[in-house]
């Protein structure tokens, strides 16, 4: 049996393990592994970076058909500048490259394409790019697309405190007024849903400073697979793993003929 066949066999296998009222609605996933995956089989790290292009078109497509809305991947964090320029820059042009070659599919999808972080930095051919992308989408409403590109979490927090801290100097807000959900309303992913999952690849076991705020009570699953060779049956059993959760968000669950029994307080 060909590798195609038997990955196929299992996706339909996994497939039917599926509680499609317990999906996911939003999922979050740190793409990791491209450099490590082209060195293992002695390429450059560019074609790990450009394979893991390909494997985020493949969840994207299994996401939707699975019934995710939301889907929020790592692509450059404000630590990545600290990579060899030659890296760097070859990440910059895929991006480009990317938007270019992929975002007509992407809108013929219905698919709106965000993308969340400090985009200044970057080329202004980049910028117009992802500015255009997003103004050819902004009004899909199947699925929605969260690219972090020069993102980090702590800096995301720091960003609406300072932007608070000035609405409250102005006049324009009372101190006392801010709270969660005004907190949560400044944030780059304000007005959507925080993720219920995380994905992690490459058996890495920390988050990365990747969507410190949001990724409050998300459920944590890590895959030893390197990106490059994630693929939909290792989607599959991360949601499967979910859906395995009790999901108790600091409560306790509540069994069966239950009742809070203590020798030194009970009578």
């Known amino acids: 049996m060909s590798l195609g066949k038997i990955i196929h066999k299992q996706d339909n296998e996994l497939s039917k393990r599926i509680d499609k009222q317990k999906v996911p609605e939003h999922v979050a ?63 910059i042009n895929l991006f480009t490259e990317v938007l270019r070659n992929e975002i007509d599919e992407i809108h013929k999808e ?13 080329p202004e051919t980049l910028k117009k790019i992802i500015s255009s992308s ?56 304000g007005g959507i849903k925080d993720p219920e999952l995380l994905i992690r690849t490459s058996g ?5 400073n990747f969507l410190l705020w949001q990724l409050a009570y998300s459920e944590i699953y890590i895959s030893d697979v390197l990106w490059p060779d994630f ?10 793993d979910y859906q395995s959760r009790n999901r108790r968000f600091g409560g306790i669950e509540s069994l069966p003929n239950e009742s809070f029994k203590d020798s030194q307080y009970s009578s």
């Open 29 to 91: 996933i740190i793409m990791d592994g491209n450099g490590r995956w082209a060195i293992k089989k002695g390429l450059p790290r560019s074609y790990g970076h450009k394979k893991g292009v390909k494997v985020l078109k493949e969840i994207l497509k299994a996401s939707k058909k699975l019934g995710c809305k939301v889907l929020t991947v790592y692509a450059f964090s404000t630590e990545n500048w600290t990579r060899p320029t030659k890296e760097v820059d070859f990440l």
């Open 110 to 122: 219905s698919t709106k394409i965000k993308f969340i972080g400090d985009l200044s930095p970057f």
């Open 134 to 189: 997003e103004s050819q989408t902004k009004n899909n409403n199947k699925f929605l697309l969260n690219v972090c590109v020069n993102y980090g979490g702590r800096q995301e927090i720091v960003k609406v405190a300072k932007e608070l801290a000035l609405k409250s100097s102005s006049g324009e807000i009372k101190a006392c007024e801010v709270n969660e959900e005004l907190f949560n309303s400044e944030l780059l992913t």
């Open 204 to 208: 890495e076991k920390r988050i990365s």
């Open 231 to 240: 693929n939909e049956v290792e989607f599959l059993k991360a949601i499967i």
